[in-house]
């Protein structure tokens, strides 16, 4: 259900003194990515500022991409926490809002021992949703065990995980646990994007699709060809792009990228901050290679 080539899209805000969602320059943004190709669509997650949205404004977030997105393909919305109970409140949202799955991050700052976490992660998956687990230690200061994840992989609405710890070797390890499940590893992170569909993985939950969607796909869509060549290429030529849009913490170079390209984005929230005037300049020297 989620593979290919899904957008993490960011969440544009208004230049006003409340920074109000822009709601229209998201529908323009998605409205974009779906011309250009892309697999699914991926709102509210730690590249849509989810962190420091209200309730009502996830809510509204996920409403918007699921009519934007109109069915022409998945809507994967991120309802996570570390808070039980509030993930449970966005999952049954989402649901109810009519997204095709739920993203959910594993708890952080908590640090749940492994019965809690199978719990938490139990527990939003009876919500009868399709769910995929979202593995990013770098934020939540833990990792998702490989043995964890199998485990999980056994629950029939646990479909699949978006792996970006960065360990190649535990992609592989989960991988070879779940290939008699309907389980799909989705790389986390653009560079990883290749290696991970070569040892079996389904596609990508990509930041760089934001501002380059058509090349994404045609990466993504040359090696499911068979065309490794041209799938290489487009790694080395997407690689600057990616390293660029961790220039600083993510979502800020995205979103810089994202209003540089000329698309709604407005201002990231407090506690994150513009990028400075020389990291804007590396930005849109980099951008400016695939114009």
Do not use: C
């Not at 833990?142 to 970006?164: C, R, S, T």
């Not at 992170?189 to 991970?196: G, M, Q």
């Not at 660029?244 to 800020?252: Q, S, V, Y």
């Amino acid at each position: 259900m989620f593979e290919g080539v899904l957008p993490a899209v960011v969440t544009p805000f208004l230049s006003d003194q409340q920074q109000s969602l822009d709601l229209e320059g998201l529908r323009s943004n998605i409205a974009a990515l779906l011309a250009a190709g892309v697999h699914g669509i991926v709102p509210t997650g730690s590249t849509g500022e989810s962190a420091t949205l209200s309730f009502e404004e996830h809510e509204k977030v996920v409403e918007v991409a699921v009519e934007a997105a109109a069915g022409k393909v998945p809507v994967l919305a991120g309802t996570g926490s570390n808070n039980t109970a509030e993930a449970l409140r966005f999952t049954r949202a989402a649901k109810e809002i009519g997204a095709d799955g739920a993203l959910l991050i594993s708890p952080y700052y908590n640090k749940p021992n492994r019965a809690g976490l199978i719990k938490h992660f139990t527990k939003l998956a009876d919500l009868d949703i399709p769910t995929v687990l979202y593995n990013v230690p770098g934020r939540t200061g833990q990792n998702l065990a490989p043995e964890l994840v199998v485990e999980l992989a056994g629950h029939p609405n646990i479909v699949g995980i978006k792996e970006a710890s960065g360990n190649v070797a535990q992609v592989s390890q989960i991988i070879e646990g779940t290939l008699d499940e309907e389980f799909t590893v989705i790389s986390g992170d653009d560079n990883l994007t290749l290696p991970i569909l070569a040892l079996g993985g389904g596609g990508v939950i990509s930041v760089a699709a934001n501002v380059e969607p058509a090349r994404m796909v045609r990466l993504y869509e040359a090696f499911k060809a068979g065309d490794w060549t041209t799938a290489l290429e487009l790694h080395y030529e997407l690689s600057p792009l990616f390293r660029a849009l961790f220039i600083e913490t993510n979502p800020i170079p995205v979103k810089t990228a994202v209003g540089l390209r000329g698309m709604a984005a407005g201002p990231v929230r407090l506690p994150l901050a513009e990028l400075d005037a020389e990291k804007t300049e590396i930005l849109a020297e980099v951008l400016g290679r695939y114009d």
